[in-house]
Structures are given as C-alpha cells and as structure tokens.
C-alpha cells in the first residue's frame, strides 16, 4: 500500500465516522445522504481529492496529502484554495467553496473561509454534515460574532472582574484559541467565568459551553453559583434562561447550552473506559493519575468535536496535562482557563496568553483579601539534626499499623529534618514547635485573645498528623474536640492493625469552618486547595513544600476576609473584622532556599549503608564481611514479602536470606580450607589441610569472599537494602531532646539562588522553537507525542557548546549546589536521559530534580498496578521479569521498539521471538503503552 492510498483509506474511515457518505465519480449518487463526499471531483484546474456535498450543494473540499506531509500542511493551503475557487464541472455558479481541509488522515486542518482572517486549525477529526449545513445556514460565524461583543455592563462587578471579562472578549475576537485568566483566590473566578458564559451565549450565539472541574464537589459548586447567578441585563435567574446540566451519565442533553463535567468523566466517554465511583470525589491533582486507565481518546459520533464551542477550565493548574489533555485535543474549541497559582506548565499550554492577571497582593490592597504575615520557629534538631547511638533501647513503630516494638538500634543513625517525622520520629521536636505556636500566639500574635484562633496545621504524613494531634491536645490541656485531623482515611487500631472508622471528614470540616469546637485542625493535604475556611488565622507549617504552586495554594486557605460579626461568631473575643492571618514557619518553608537539612554523613563501618558501600569498593576484611551478613540476616525476618521479592528481583534471582548466608559462609575456615585444598590438587600440587600455606588460604579466602560480595555491586541492590527498614520502621527518639533556637517575625526573604542556574534556564525559553525536545513539554498534542534519544542528544550537544558549555553532569551539580533540598540522587552517575528530568526540572513541570530513571521507576509500578487491577489475571513471574528489562531500556533510551529486543540483556533473555511468545501476541500493545506511559 503507498503512502497515498493509506492515507485515503484513513480520509474514508474518518469522513464515514463523522456520517458522510464517500463516493468516487463513477457512483456519484448526491442523494445517498445529507452530506456526501466526492473522490477526484473534475474541476478546470484539475481533479480535487474530495469535494463535499451538503443537501447536494458544494461546500467545502479536502487536499489528501501522505502521511510524509503531516509535518508541512500548511505548504497546501494554495493548493486546497485553488480548488476551492475552481469551477466544478457540471455546476452552475462560481462562489468559491467555504470549507477547506488538509488531511493525511492522521493529522486534520481545517479553514472556515467566511471567518474574518480565515486561519487554519488542526481538528481532532472531521465535522459531521449537519454542522456544516448549520454553518452555511447563518448569516455570520462564531469568529465573525467575536468581534461584535456589546459593551460590558459594570454594575455588580469589580474592577479587576470587569478587566477579566473585557480582557477574555478582546483574545476571542482576535480568534486566539487558549486564554488564561490568573485571578487570585477569593476574587471570584467562578462569578466572573459565569459572566462570560453567559455573553457567550446571548451576544456570541454560542451553541454550547462545556464547564470542566476535576472533582465532583467543584462541579456542584459551580452549578450552585450558575443557579445563583442574576444576569445585570435581565432580572431572571441564570438557569431560567439557559439550560445548564451537570453530567452524571454519559448523555449530554442536546437541549443544555452549558453541560458541566468533570474531566474524568468526560475522558471515559471519549477513550470508553468505565468510570469508576469514587474516581470523581478526588483531584487527579493529588492523586497523580494512579488509577487511570490509559486508553487513547477516540472519535465519539454522539458526542463530537463541535459539540462544544467553548471550554472553560477550573483550576486548570491541577489536571488538564498528560492523559487528560485529550479531551481538549479532542473537542473543537476555545479553551479558556481559570487559576489563581500558575505556573510555567500552565502559561505554556494556553501560549502565554494572559488575559488577566489579578495578583494576591493586589487582592489584599483591594481588601478582597487579607495579608499575613510570618512568625519563624526553628529548633536545634529541625535545623541540625541528630544522631541515635547504636545499642540504645528504643521504641520501633510500624509505620503501617503503628504497632510497637521495644528493642535496640543496631547502629548509629544519624538524621536530619529530611528523616524527621518519616524514618525517625522525635517527640521533644514536634513537643517544642507547639509549645512554641502556643507562646507565641498568646504573646506575641494574638495576645489579648481569650481561645486559640482558629489554626490549620500541616503535617507530612498521616502518621506524623497522629503525632502532632496527641502532642497539641496535651500541650494545650484540652480534650478530643479541640484539635481534629481532616482526612478520608480511617484510623489504625494499634493493637489489631485493623481499620477503624474515623471522624466524618464532611462534618470535621463544617464545624471547623462554622463552630467553636475544634480550634485546630491538621491535616496533610486534604483541605490544602479549594475549601474555604474563613475564620482560618493561623496556619503552622510542619512540612515543607516544594510546589511554589501548590504552597500557594495552601497559603490560600487562610487568605479570605470574614467581617467582624462572622468571625466572632466562632472567636468570642475577637474585636474587628478578620485583618489579618499569621503563617507560623516552622521548616523553613516559606523561603526560596529550604533549611531542610541533607542527612548527615555516617560513621564509616557502622551503619547498613556504610557496609554495603565498604564491600562495594573492596572491603574484604572479616569484619565488614560478617558484619554486613548478620545485618542482612536481621533484617530478612523483618521484611515483608513485597520487599523481599523486590530485593531478589534486584540481585538476580537470590534472596535477601541466600545473600546473607553467602557472606558468613564465606569467612567459614572449614569452608576456605576445602577450597584451598581443592585449588591446590587442581594446580599438581599435594597438600593436606596441615600442609596448606597462609598465601593459598588467603587466596581461596579472597575468592570466596568477592564470590560472596559480587552482587553489592549493583547499585540498585544496595539501595534497596539500606532503605527497606526504614522504609518500614520509624524509630522514636526519646534520648535526643530538643530545644527551640529562635522564634521571630521573618525578616525579608534571602534572596533565591536561581541565578546560578540561570543561563540554563534563559536557553530553555530563548530556544524552546528551535530543538526538535523541547516540543516534547509544550503544546504536541498528546496522541503525537514523542520523545527520542536522537533528540535529547541533539539539546545536549547545543547546551555543551560555547558558550555555555554545560553538560548533564554539570547541570546537574549545579542545581545540588543551590537547591539542594530539591535534588535527589546527586550522587550516582548522569545518564543522557537525565537532561530530560532537568528541562522538566527548570520549566516547574517537576517539583523536585531526580534522576530520569526515578520517574521511570514511579510510572512503571503505577502502570503494572492499573493494568493488573483492570485484569482476571495479574502478568506472571516470567512477564515481569521481561517487563522490567523493557522498563530498564526505555529509563536510558526513552523508547522502545521491537528492533531494540536484539540488543543487550532483551538479545539474551531470547530476543523479540521469545517476548512474543511470552507475552501471547500482546507484545506491542504492551510496547505502546510503557512508551506513552514512562515517559509522558
């Protein structure tokens, strides 16, 4: 088939989709259908590829160009005008035809002719017939009504609402097809998205708006405000005029003029996906798409592309990237944003086009918002860190089930905050920063208040949440009510392990909002975005967060102004309007430069780590060797089988128990002494065990011990081991005792040390349009999506050369230098790959620096668990195995494909024939997927 043919075959399949008729001349028949569309139509400057009939008028015509030309369509926009203007034979009149594609069947573009500055757009598909006998039907286009907006009517509206809407209307009638309106919180972003919706329809004869939330609680709200809504031309509701439906099935009433959806569900009507019940009640946001399903979107003709001619995005920072772009890629339409934190992500995906830009400070000067300002806690151990010495008697809890076990350390352990609260545990810490909150708000905050103001704390974990809950009511003497955790999560029974219902996270929430009782809430991310609590004037940081975005975000939750009357309704002794809020920073959290501390250099032969580093270099002595085998041995009885299996799968196929067993036994002298022997015989000579010399002892000691420690080379193998009792165990440091170090207003914020990573950064924005990668984080759509080696390596050579001449490695250790708590794996070596982590890295894409094969490694568990929880049958041993050599390629070559299984580890576990067997014919299926999803 040539590349022509198959790009015709494409043409047909999607114009009969999309309900046309397809003809070639010889059967020309204008009335098999409403719309009908002709192959190699005689005109006199030629045959056109496809003429399209509507109602048996000609309408509009297709250029068909290979697959090759994708890439250079609009080179053929004189052509598919010159046959739009060409007499048609057997037609009378010559009004050129209206409607112009090009199309290699994978990629679409469209120009309406009657539009003011006809400008081609490229379609997720072709337009049904109706919507073309539509088009033609009225007087004037969407794009041409744009540009006649009346006068916006300001009664009712703030300035900066007002600067919103005008701003919105003058993007659209300059036919630009993304806007972003940065609105800061509380100043009513939805009101004013409403206000526009509403002109839309009545003055741009919008046929129907889709409102797109990413929860379900967003999505009534919405509704809410859209019931409430009083246009300032007409006395009557919103709804009374315009029907407004809020999804719940896959039906979209034809009759609604807004439909409101969640994302979610929008996507499993577009990709036929089932949707799950619980999958809308949480932002994909926060849950990372973990339970998604990952099948592309496909060309619903009940729902398509034209069905909604504007898009309007909630808090669009949070989920329309990665999958769920689709859905904007699929649907024909302005997509118009909402968001009070944007960040570089956002302005990239709506082409910088800020329409309006209302920033929090000017909120607060506008008195929408209150200020805050920030009171410092810092201790000794928060700072510095600390150190637990081996054989002391300490409590281990499981982090699971907080069960306790009382038992010694079986080494130093040094820690520093990154370890507090998740491997290490120390009352006294989490005891010294509230007792400090609690002085501080008492004498020096809010000093003449009778209760404690209403106060939000942020935890790590929910674990550390548990610990800080018990330490504050003890601290402040008061009972269960008085401090609550806002979670979804049910509790751990400690002496069962077993699940417990807890507080109703609904009711917590309306009686910290509303009620006296409970004055302080913690929580670790739940209500961190979109739920107001007005009352809210203390927030205390005991985590750290890395999102800019996010951070303000959470910042907002104390922002909002409550008049005088409403706040003491909840604070008796308050005696003004709310002025005012207090972030109390107790990690560090509100500067650029985090004082999180890296965790502190371990004594050398003592820790885990430090042994298996010692064998890793060459450490044969009998010390280190038996040492680390005992540990190992240890340590085997208290891993789960998860881990134990994840330790075998790293080491080869041997087991944490085979391991250690190997490295005692290798120093055994029965043992080295039946070696040497049998080296001896072998080599000619006679020896008894009497006889064997202390050079041939020796020798057959060294090799049975490098036999022994030969698989701590891999690095993998040894981090797995040194983390997974931490990552299972918290050890509670009782011995170390903290101690508050300062206490005090901050003063200005130190300046950031971005300008060290700063040429980097201005390369990435100067040269985004001119390396073939970077296309890879902007606006391809998502089915078109690719990032290859060839490309990674054609931005690395342009970032060695002078005059910048930076490297991975040097980028690298550049960014460990100024933002240190931001960057993981400084240590190991750079792979080509890892270029990819810093673009991310330095556009905000990523929160935090860490080697490319980190994120491989996340995607790759998040995937196999999606696919195996939507399967009768989990992929066996044997596939994993193979799954995770697939895995491994794609972390160092961002691809895979079936010639790379004659490569490398794939060549020696059987090559492509053996894969194909193993995975019964769904090798490529499975190969689509991992490229789209490890790397996306």
Not at 641 to 667: E, F, M, N, T, Y
Request: aromatic residues 8%.
């Amino acid at each position: 088939m040539t590349p022509e043919t198959k790009a015709r075959l494409l043409i047909d399949g999607k114009l009969e989709a999309a309900g046309w008729v397809v003809q070639d001349m010889k059967q020309l028949n204008l009335g098999a259908g409403p719309g009908v569309a002709v192959r190699e139509y005689p005109t006199d400057t030629g045959p056109a590829d496809y003429i399209l009939f509507v109602d048996r008028s000609p309408v509009g015509v297709i250029e068909a160009k290979r697959d090759e030309a994708g890439a250079n369509l609009s080179a053929h926009e004189g052509q598919t005008e010159r046959y739009a203007n060409a007499t048609l034979k057997w037609r009378t009149g010559s009004t050129p035809l209206r409607f112009l594609y090009e199309s290699t069947g994978q990629i679409i573009w469209f120009t309406d002719g009657a539009d003011p500055a006809p400008r081609a757009r490229e379609l997720f598909h072709f337009f049904q017939p109706r919507t073309l006998a539509d088009w033609a039907s009225k007087p004037d286009t969407l794009r041409s009504r744009l540009t006649r907006m009346p006068p916006l009517p300001e009664r009712n509206l703030r300035d900066c609402q007002i600067g919103a809407v005008t701003g919105l209307e003058k993007s659209l009638a300059r036919n630009r097809p993304r806007a972003l309106v940065h609105m800061a919180t509380g100043a009513g972003k939805t009101f004013t998205a409403i206000t526009s919706v509403y002109r839309l329809l009545k003055f741009g004869g919008a046929k129907r708006i889709l409102f797109l939330v990413d929860t379900r609680n967003l999505g009534k709200q919405a509704h809410q405000e859209f019931m409430a809504y009083t246009p300032p031309d007409d006395g009557r509701k919103f709804t009374e005029l315009y029907n407004v439906q809020r999804l719940s099935s896959i039906h979209i009433d034809p009759h609604a003029q807004v439909c409101i959806s969640t994302i979610q569900r929008m996507y499993s009507i577009l990709s036929g996906t089932e949707l799950a019940e619980a999958s809308e009640d949480i932002s994909l946001n926060e849950l990372g798409q973990a339970d998604t399903q990952t099948r592309l979107v496909k060309y619903n003709p009940q729902v398509p592309i034209e069905t909604f001619d504007f898009i309007v995005i909630d808090e669009c920072h949070r989920s329309i990237y990665n999958l769920w772009k689709q859905v904007l890629d699929y649907f024909d339409a302005f997509l118009i944003g909402l968001t009070a934190t944007p960040d570089k992500r956002t302005y990239g995906f709506f082409n910088e086009n800020v329409v309006a830009e209302y920033s929090y400070e000017q909120s607060v000067v506008d008195g929408v918002n209150v200020g805050y300002d920030v009171y410092e806690i810092e201790t000794e151990i928060t700072a510095k860190g600390a150190e637990l010495k081996a054989r002391e008697w300490i409590d281990h809890r499981d982090r699971e089930t907080r069960a306790r076990r009382w038992a010694q350390t079986e080494e130093d352990t040094a820690y520093g905050a990154t370890e507090l609260d998740r491997s290490v545990v120390n009352p006294s810490q989490i005891r010294q920063v509230i007792q400090a909150m609690k002085t501080a708000v008492e004498t020096h905050i809010f000093p003449h208040r009778k209760e404690t103001p209403k106060t939000l704390i942020f935890a790590k974990t929910d674990s550390h949440a548990d610990d800080i809950i018990r330490t504050v009511r003890e601290i402040y003497g008061e009972g269960n009510a008085f401090c609550k955790k806002v979670t979804y999560r049910a509790g751990i029974d400690p002496e069962t392990g077993k699940a417990v219902p807890g507080d109703d996270a609904d009711s917590v929430l309306a009686s910290f909002r509303n009620d006296y009782h409970p004055r302080i809430a913690v929580t670790v991310d739940m209500i961190a975005t979109g739920t107001d609590v007005k009352p809210l004037e203390v927030l205390l940081f005991m985590r750290d967060v890395r999102s800019k975005g996010y951070y303000e975000q959470m910042k907002g939750r104390g922002v909002r102004s409550l008049d005088a009357e409403s706040l003491k309704k909840v604070s008796n002794s308050a005696d003004s309007a709310k002025t005012h809020f207090v972030l109390i920073d107790a990690v560090g959290v509100e500067k650029s430069l985090k004082t999180e501390s890296r965790p502190l250099e371990r004594k050398p032969g003592l820790s885990l780590d430090s042994l298996l580093k010692g064998v890793a270099i060459g450490a044969r002595d009998e010390d280190t060797v038996l040492s680390l085998g005992n540990r190992l041995v240890r340590l085997a009885k208290q891993l789960d089988d998860k881990a134990l299996a994840k330790i075998r799968q790293a080491s080869g196929g041997i087991g944490l128990h085979d391991l250690a067993r190997g490295l005692v036994q290798a120093l055994d002298p029965d043992r080295v002494a039946a070696d040497a022997l049998d080296a001896a015989r072998a080599a000619g000579i006679t020896r008894s065990l009497d006889t064997l010399t202390a050079g041939e002892l020796d020798a057959a000691r060294q090799k049975r011990a490098d036999a022994a420690c030969a698989p701590f080379d891999n690095p993998a193998l040894r981090e797995l081991i040194e983390s997974a009792r931490r990552d299972r165990e918290q050890l509670i440091d009782h011995l170390n005792l903290d101690s508050v170090t300062r206490s005090e207003y901050a003063a200005q914020a130190q300046a950031n040390a971005e300008a060290a990573v700063g040429r980097f950064r201005e390369f990435l924005e100067t040269h985004r349009d001119e390396i073939a990668a970077l296309g890879f984080f902007y606006a391809q759509p998502y089915s078109r999506r690719e990032l290859t080696l060839e490309m990674i390596e054609d931005l690395h050579d342009a970032l060695q050369r002078p005059p910048l001449m930076l490297t991975t490695e040097k980028l690298w250790s550049a960014y460990a230098r100024v933002q240190e708590s931001k960057v993981r794996g400084s240590g190991l070596r750079r792979q080509l790959t890892d270029l990819v982590s810093l673009v991310r890295f330095a556009l905000g894409l990523d929160d935090e620096l860490r080697p490319f094969a980190d994120h491989v490694d996340k995607r790759f568990q998040d995937w196999v668990f999606r696919h195996n929880a939507r399967r009768a049958t989990a992929f066996t041993p044997e596939q994993m195995e193979w799954l995770r050599l697939v895995k491994d390629h794609i972390a160092s070559s961002c691809r895979i494909e079936r010639e790379d299984f004659d490569y490398a580890q794939l060549a020696g576990k059987g090559g492509l024939q053996k894969a194909w067997t193993v995975f019964d014919g769904q090798l490529d299926e499975l190969l689509a997927e991992m490229n789209e999803e490890l790397v996306a």
